[in-house]
């Protein structure tokens, strides 16, 4: 009986190292057998060389996922011999110290009184290294995906405001248009009307009244003139070739807030200043001074609107190297952060209740963006929110 033992046992090896895998017996982690297939696979000279070698001694020190070996191959046996079989991709290590890619195939058996795995290895490090090859491709691939996504959305993004733009600049032009007519009608009326009054020899126009109709006339024909300028810079807002000169910033400012004064009195909004007069900028003054009218105009109805106690404004006048800087700052209420991204389109107004058209701020980054190659953007601080102009000095 133990020699028909003997000749089966010798039949099965002499079987096993027909086989093309790799065929080792493992017991307590330990080789005890192997084939040829193993040897030549792990680049040793003959079975010695890995009979007797614990498992963790075929392999690096670590595996992929960051594990020490010698833990991990424990943690695998005890599974094989739980479940009856198991199957795990590994990291072995040829003798040559170099790492390789292998599919291990456990099975738990008990012969002659003996707990012993006998395990099926296969050289999987080509497929492996393709895999990972395809996976990092395929990462670059998503990535790529994701950049260009995001490219494409910024592109639209941009030609949507452009498009705005170029709406917009048409939609002025016709008001402008529209509004040039009725303006020359009064102008004509209001010449002749000197005309008449200078030429009149009728007594029942007294000499104060008669002065009072001419200034009052003359006035008019100055406010004309005024909104026929305005009309002239709003039908080209967005053009760098407007005239330029060297303009003093505290004149601009002054400019700006004579013109919302009024409004300001009314609503007891006080005006903080803090502007260097020896500051000068080259700018066309009419457009700008629009653009810090617009400014002023958003922060007056964030005011009102907040219903701030004791409203005001400050301005603040900074020069560095590179430009000159325009802060207009007010203790109105906080800007969201979702709407931050909108705040300079075309028709987006967070004043509906005062009847806002979301139109000055976009106009007045019109102006400093594409008008004078300036920066307008929001900035806030712990008490105040600030609109800064940056203008270049070159």
Known sequence: MLLKSTQKDLENKKLVEYFSDGIAVIEDGIVTECNSAIVNMMGASSKEQLVSLHLSKLSPEFQDDGALSYIKVNEMLKLCKDKGSHNFEWICKRMSNEDFWTSISLTAMHQDGRNTIVSVWRDINEKKILELELEKSNEKYKLLEKELEAKVKAKTALLLKEACRLEMDNLIKTIGHQWRQPLSSIGALSANMQMDIILSQSSSIEEGNKDFFQKSLQDIDATLQKLSSTIDSFLSPYSSDRVKSLCSVKELIEDALQTVGESYKKNSITVKKKIDSNIDVFINKEDMSRAIVYLLQNSE???????????????????????????????????????RGNLFNPYFSTKSELNGKGLGLYLASTIVKYGHNGNLYLDEFKEMTCFSIELPLD
Not at 303 to 329: G, Q, Y
């Open 301 to 339: 109805d964030a005011l009102l609107l907040s219903r701030a106690e004791m409203p005001f404004v400050d301005i603040n006048v900074t020069k560095n190297d590179k430009f000159i800087k325009i802060d207009i700052c007010d203790n109105a209420m906080k800007i969201d952060d979702n709407i």
